[in-house]
T-cell receptor
Framework: AQSVTQLGSHVSVSEGALVLLRCNYS??????LFWYVQYPNQGLQLLLK??????LVKGINGFEAEFKKSETSFHLTKPSAHMSDAAEYFC???????????FGAGTRLTVKP | DTGVSQDPRHKITKRGQNVTFRCDPI?????LYWYRQTLGQGPEFLTY????????KSRLLSDRFSAERPKGSFSTLEIQRTEQGDSAMYLC???????????FGQGTRLTVV
Protein backbone atom coordinates (compact mmCIF):
# COMPACT_ATOMS: atom_id res chain seq x y z
CA ALA A 1 0.00 0.00 0.00
CA GLN A 2 1.08 3.53 -0.61
CA SER A 3 2.39 5.81 2.14
CA VAL A 4 3.82 9.28 2.68
CA THR A 5 6.50 10.62 4.99
CA GLN A 6 6.79 14.33 5.62
CA LEU A 7 10.15 15.30 7.06
CA GLY A 8 9.81 17.94 9.75
CA SER A 9 6.59 18.47 11.64
CA HIS A 10 7.39 22.17 12.05
CA VAL A 11 9.20 24.53 9.69
CA SER A 12 9.85 28.17 10.48
CA VAL A 13 11.02 30.72 7.94
CA SER A 14 11.32 34.47 7.79
CA GLU A 15 9.05 36.49 5.55
CA GLY A 16 10.63 36.65 2.10
CA ALA A 17 12.74 33.52 2.60
CA LEU A 18 12.57 30.29 0.64
CA VAL A 19 10.00 27.75 1.76
CA LEU A 20 10.93 24.06 1.41
CA LEU A 21 8.61 21.36 2.74
CA ARG A 22 9.77 17.79 2.23
CA CYS A 23 7.71 14.79 1.19
CA ASN A 24 8.78 11.26 0.34
CA TYR A 25 6.36 8.63 -0.84
CA SER A 26 6.15 4.90 -1.22
CA UNK A 27 4.06 3.32 -3.94
CA UNK A 28 4.16 0.04 -5.82
CA UNK A 29 2.72 1.61 -8.95
CA UNK A 30 3.04 5.06 -10.56
CA UNK A 31 1.49 7.45 -8.08
CA UNK A 32 -0.63 10.52 -8.13
CA LEU A 33 0.84 13.07 -5.71
CA PHE A 34 -0.81 16.04 -4.04
CA TRP A 35 -0.09 18.91 -1.70
CA TYR A 36 -2.95 20.32 0.37
CA VAL A 37 -3.03 23.30 2.74
CA GLN A 38 -5.18 23.53 5.84
CA TYR A 39 -5.91 26.67 7.83
CA PRO A 40 -7.13 26.37 11.45
CA ASN A 41 -10.54 24.72 11.78
CA GLN A 42 -10.89 24.49 8.03
CA GLY A 43 -10.95 21.71 5.46
CA LEU A 44 -8.15 20.98 3.04
CA GLN A 45 -7.49 23.03 -0.08
CA LEU A 46 -5.55 21.62 -3.01
CA LEU A 47 -2.33 23.52 -3.75
CA LEU A 48 -1.09 21.38 -6.63
CA LYS A 49 -0.98 17.86 -7.98
CA UNK A 50 1.15 15.58 -10.13
CA UNK A 51 -0.52 12.95 -12.28
CA UNK A 52 1.46 12.51 -15.50
CA UNK A 53 3.64 14.61 -17.78
CA UNK A 54 5.82 17.46 -16.62
CA UNK A 55 7.53 16.67 -13.35
CA LEU A 56 7.66 20.30 -12.19
CA VAL A 57 4.16 21.27 -11.16
CA LYS A 58 3.02 24.81 -10.42
CA GLY A 59 0.17 25.47 -8.07
CA ILE A 60 -1.72 28.29 -6.45
CA ASN A 61 -0.22 31.05 -4.29
CA GLY A 62 3.22 30.74 -5.93
CA PHE A 63 3.93 27.19 -4.76
CA GLU A 64 5.50 24.51 -6.92
CA ALA A 65 6.68 20.94 -6.47
CA GLU A 66 8.91 18.57 -8.41
CA PHE A 67 8.24 14.87 -8.80
CA LYS A 68 11.53 12.96 -8.61
CA LYS A 69 10.94 9.29 -9.22
CA SER A 70 14.55 8.29 -8.50
CA GLU A 71 14.33 9.91 -5.07
CA THR A 72 10.64 9.05 -4.48
CA SER A 73 10.18 12.67 -3.48
CA PHE A 74 7.68 15.45 -4.09
CA HIS A 75 9.02 18.45 -2.18
CA LEU A 76 7.03 21.68 -2.04
CA THR A 77 8.76 25.02 -2.55
CA LYS A 78 7.99 28.71 -2.71
CA PRO A 79 10.69 31.27 -3.48
CA SER A 80 9.49 33.94 -1.06
CA ALA A 81 7.36 33.27 2.01
CA HIS A 82 4.44 35.51 2.90
CA MET A 83 2.80 35.84 6.29
CA SER A 84 -0.41 34.42 4.81
CA ASP A 85 1.41 31.16 4.00
CA ALA A 86 1.40 30.18 7.68
CA ALA A 87 -0.70 27.00 7.82
CA GLU A 88 -0.51 23.21 7.96
CA TYR A 89 0.61 21.49 4.77
CA PHE A 90 -0.15 17.89 3.85
CA CYS A 91 1.41 15.72 1.19
CA UNK A 92 -0.75 12.89 -0.14
CA UNK A 93 -0.36 9.94 -2.49
CA UNK A 94 -2.92 7.93 -4.41
CA UNK A 95 -2.19 4.88 -6.50
CA UNK A 96 -3.72 5.04 -9.94
CA UNK A 97 -5.59 1.78 -9.54
CA UNK A 98 -7.32 2.55 -6.28
CA UNK A 99 -9.25 5.31 -4.63
CA UNK A 100 -7.58 5.52 -1.27
CA UNK A 101 -5.61 8.76 -0.82
CA UNK A 102 -3.03 8.50 1.97
CA PHE A 103 -1.82 11.61 3.75
CA GLY A 104 1.37 12.43 5.57
CA ALA A 105 1.31 13.67 9.16
CA GLY A 106 1.62 17.26 8.03
CA THR A 107 4.12 20.11 8.37
CA ARG A 108 3.19 23.26 10.22
CA LEU A 109 4.72 26.30 8.53
CA THR A 110 5.38 29.39 10.60
CA VAL A 111 6.39 32.64 8.92
CA LYS A 112 8.23 35.17 11.04
CA PRO A 113 8.07 38.90 10.26
CA ASP B 1 -21.98 27.97 -2.37
CA THR B 2 -21.31 24.92 -4.53
CA GLY B 3 -18.58 23.37 -2.39
CA VAL B 4 -18.75 20.32 -0.12
CA SER B 5 -20.93 21.09 2.86
CA GLN B 6 -20.72 19.38 6.25
CA ASP B 7 -23.13 19.68 9.15
CA PRO B 8 -22.72 20.32 12.01
CA ARG B 9 -19.38 22.12 12.13
CA HIS B 10 -18.96 21.31 15.81
CA LYS B 11 -20.50 18.65 18.03
CA ILE B 12 -19.97 18.07 21.74
CA THR B 13 -21.43 14.86 23.09
CA LYS B 14 -21.26 12.78 26.23
CA ARG B 15 -19.50 9.46 26.15
CA GLY B 16 -21.87 6.67 25.21
CA GLN B 17 -24.18 8.83 23.11
CA ASN B 18 -24.77 8.35 19.40
CA VAL B 19 -23.91 11.10 16.90
CA THR B 20 -24.62 11.53 13.20
CA PHE B 21 -22.85 13.81 10.76
CA ARG B 22 -24.01 14.83 7.31
CA CYS B 23 -22.05 15.56 4.15
CA ASP B 24 -23.46 17.15 1.00
CA PRO B 25 -20.99 16.66 -1.84
CA ILE B 26 -20.65 18.84 -4.89
CA UNK B 27 -23.52 17.92 -7.18
CA UNK B 28 -22.63 15.38 -9.86
CA UNK B 29 -19.62 14.17 -7.86
CA UNK B 30 -20.30 10.47 -7.71
CA UNK B 31 -17.39 9.63 -5.42
CA LEU B 32 -17.55 10.53 -1.74
CA TYR B 33 -14.96 9.94 0.96
CA TRP B 34 -14.88 10.17 4.74
CA TYR B 35 -11.66 10.85 6.63
CA ARG B 36 -10.83 11.27 10.31
CA GLN B 37 -8.17 13.72 11.46
CA THR B 38 -6.84 13.77 14.99
CA LEU B 39 -4.79 16.61 16.44
CA GLY B 40 -1.36 16.86 14.86
CA GLN B 41 -2.02 14.15 12.30
CA GLY B 42 -2.97 13.96 8.68
CA PRO B 43 -6.40 12.77 7.58
CA GLU B 44 -6.94 9.00 7.79
CA PHE B 45 -9.15 7.28 5.26
CA LEU B 46 -12.35 5.79 6.70
CA THR B 47 -14.61 4.86 3.82
CA TYR B 48 -15.51 5.58 0.22
CA UNK B 49 -18.71 5.56 -1.84
CA UNK B 50 -19.26 5.45 -5.54
CA UNK B 51 -22.80 6.68 -5.97
CA UNK B 52 -24.79 4.81 -3.31
CA UNK B 53 -22.43 1.85 -3.08
CA UNK B 54 -19.95 1.73 -0.21
CA UNK B 55 -16.95 0.21 -1.96
CA UNK B 56 -14.19 0.39 0.60
CA LYS B 57 -13.90 0.57 4.38
CA SER B 58 -10.80 1.07 6.48
CA ARG B 59 -10.08 -1.15 9.46
CA LEU B 60 -10.36 2.10 11.43
CA LEU B 61 -14.10 1.92 10.82
CA SER B 62 -15.10 -0.24 13.79
CA ASP B 63 -18.57 -1.75 14.14
CA ARG B 64 -19.62 1.36 16.06
CA PHE B 65 -19.25 3.39 12.87
CA SER B 66 -21.66 3.23 9.96
CA ALA B 67 -21.90 5.31 6.83
CA GLU B 68 -24.63 5.57 4.25
CA ARG B 69 -25.23 7.39 1.04
CA PRO B 70 -28.86 6.84 0.07
CA LYS B 71 -29.64 7.61 -3.56
CA GLY B 72 -26.04 8.55 -4.16
CA SER B 73 -26.48 12.10 -2.95
CA PHE B 74 -25.69 13.22 0.60
CA SER B 75 -23.96 10.90 3.04
CA THR B 76 -24.22 10.35 6.77
CA LEU B 77 -21.64 9.02 9.19
CA GLU B 78 -23.00 7.67 12.48
CA ILE B 79 -20.96 6.80 15.52
CA GLN B 80 -22.71 4.73 18.16
CA ARG B 81 -21.71 4.59 21.83
CA THR B 82 -19.11 7.32 21.40
CA GLU B 83 -15.79 7.04 23.20
CA GLN B 84 -13.30 9.76 24.09
CA GLY B 85 -10.97 8.38 21.45
CA ASP B 86 -13.54 9.29 18.81
CA SER B 87 -12.82 12.97 19.39
CA ALA B 88 -11.46 14.23 16.08
CA MET B 89 -12.23 16.25 12.98
CA TYR B 90 -14.31 14.26 10.50
CA LEU B 91 -13.73 15.37 6.93
CA CYS B 92 -15.79 14.62 3.85
CA UNK B 93 -14.51 14.93 0.29
CA UNK B 94 -15.98 14.36 -3.14
CA UNK B 95 -14.81 14.08 -6.72
CA UNK B 96 -16.16 13.07 -10.11
CA UNK B 97 -15.16 9.79 -11.73
CA UNK B 98 -12.17 10.16 -14.01
CA UNK B 99 -10.61 13.05 -12.14
CA UNK B 100 -7.90 13.11 -9.52
CA UNK B 101 -8.76 16.12 -7.40
CA UNK B 102 -10.83 15.61 -4.27
CA UNK B 103 -12.67 18.62 -2.84
CA PHE B 104 -12.92 18.73 0.93
CA GLY B 105 -15.57 20.15 3.20
CA GLN B 106 -14.72 22.19 6.28
CA GLY B 107 -15.18 19.21 8.55
CA THR B 108 -17.14 18.37 11.66
CA ARG B 109 -15.19 18.64 14.90
CA LEU B 110 -16.40 16.08 17.42
CA THR B 111 -15.58 16.37 21.10
CA VAL B 112 -16.57 13.50 23.38
CA VAL B 113 -16.66 14.45 27.07
Amino acid sequence: AQSVTQLGSHVSVSEGALVLLRCNYSSSVPPYLFWYVQYPNQGLQLLLKYTTGATLVKGINGFEAEFKKSETSFHLTKPSAHMSDAAEYFCAVSERNNNDMRFGAGTRLTVKP
Amino acid sequence: DTGVSQDPRHKITKRGQNVTFRCDPISEHNRLYWYRQTLGQGPEFLTYFQNEAQLEKSRLLSDRFSAERPKGSFSTLEIQRTEQGDSAMYLCASRPTGTTEAFFGQGTRLTVV
